[in-house]
């Protein structure tokens, strides 16, 4: 039971949450495929889970080349005799890209690109996944939302409107391969410390109280760790989670839960 034995594609897997799926995952007994455009990065990190007796590879591919795409779920099953689980983690913000966040002064193509990562690398990655995905017993597409998928944020008009897309893309997968037994569940966070969050935070006008603000929300006072994703995601890739499909599934220590701020209560970081 667990993700034991199960074989997992994880997209932008290099580092931060990604990275930490990596690592539970293969602790765990996976067989684990990393996949990013940060080569030295997921080069290292497959070095560190080897030499933890972990089972992974790591394969270059961007996940908004079609080509690129098509040759990394090739080389996944090819190494490890199929693929389970597809993992579309790999993901930007606006902000990774550049400081011009507000209407007036982001441009078209920055728009595009996060769109074209965040949504169309989730569906181009499951496109080519499916011959594979079909063979297996245990079959699942895992996709990396947001709280923004769900709620409103300052500077984030191209980051929330393809998270938003992502949840919806997840139920419609969901419906459509359900004949297959392929089951697609998204999940979504809240603010967990990766270099997504930090550049996020570099650009905020005030970039203390944007990070209090963040945690101030959380019903459980402090930022998210990777690990806390990673569980979720070895949970729902696991036979356990057999009977969960088309889930929207939040991690965000409960502020999506209510209104306040946890300073109401008391409650200190
Ligand atoms: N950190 C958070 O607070 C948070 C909250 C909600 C959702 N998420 C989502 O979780 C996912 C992982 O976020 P993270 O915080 O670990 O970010 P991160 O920036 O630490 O890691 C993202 C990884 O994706 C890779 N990547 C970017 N573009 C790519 C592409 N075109 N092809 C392949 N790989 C690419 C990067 O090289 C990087 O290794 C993202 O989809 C993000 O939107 C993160």
Redesign the pocket.
Known sequence: MGVEGLKILI??G?????AGTARLAASRGACVTV????DE?GEALVEEIRAADGKAIYCH????DDKAVSDLMFRAADAFGGIDVLHN?????ESMLTKELTLETMTRDIFERVMN??VT?VWLCAKYALPYLRESRSASIIN????SSISGYPQCQAYGAS?GAVMQLTKMLAVDLAPDGIRVNCYC????H????DKFLEAAPDPELMLNTMTLTHLIPRM?K?VDVAEIVCFLASPESSFVNGAVWTIDGGSLAWRGTNDMLGMEA
């Open positions: 997209t932008g290099a580092v931060g949450i990604g996949s990013d455009v940060n990065a591919a961007d996940v908004t983690n790999a993901g930007i913000h990562t965040n690398g990396a939302g947001s709280t998270k966070p809240g603010s967990i990766t270099q997504i969050v998210g990777p």
